[in-house]
């Protein structure tokens, strides 16, 4: 860290925190930071939240969670385009959001319930 930019930090702690070791607190802090940044499960949740952080996508989900559908009724439910639908779809199953198989000619999806509910889990641990 650039020693101005750490003093800067030292300053506003001593105005900011009742501390008696700025240094100290300031070094547990960059500790926790740094496991923090660290931290694999962030990772995961990026992927979730990046995936789930989109209008279209949530009503993906909220489709499939009735049953299983093809491309072809996401185009109607969402008046979107195949292409459009078959980005949004990408980005669901990369995040293990959603699954995709052949049924006949059409690819049909359905939700990873287990998969979102160990998101909502890891959310809950981390962020609560």
């Known amino acids: ?8 930090i030292l300053d506003k702690l001593i105005k900011c925190e009742d501390i008696n070791n ?3 607190h300031f070094k547990q802090l960059r500790e ?7 931290n694999p499960s962030f990772d ?3 992927k ?16 499939l969670k009735e049953k299983d559908r093809c ?8 008046d979107e385009s195949q292409p459009a639908i078959s980005h949004h779809l990408k980005i669901l199953e990369n ?11 059409f690819t049909h999806y359905d939700i990873v319930k287990e998969q979102i509910i160990s998101y909502m889990d890891i959310l809950n641990q981390k962020l609560i």
């Not at 860290?1 to 800067?8: A, N, S, V, Y």
């Not at 995040?95 to 000619?105: E, F, N, S």
Request: aromatic share 4%; glycine share 8%; net charge positive.
């Open 1 to 8: 860290m650039d020693p101005d930019h750490k003093k800067e």
């Open 32 to 38: 926790l930071g740094n496991h923090l940044i660290q």
């Open 44 to 46: 995961d949740l990026i």
């Open 71 to 78: 491309v072809c009724e996401l185009e109607a439910v969402l």
């Open 95 to 105: 995040a293990g959001l959603i699954r995709g198989w052949k049924k006949g000619k």
């Open 48 to 63: 979730f939240v990046n995936a789930v952080a989109n209008r279209k996508r949530l009503i993906i989900i909220n489709t």
């Open 22 to 24: 700025p240094d100290l």
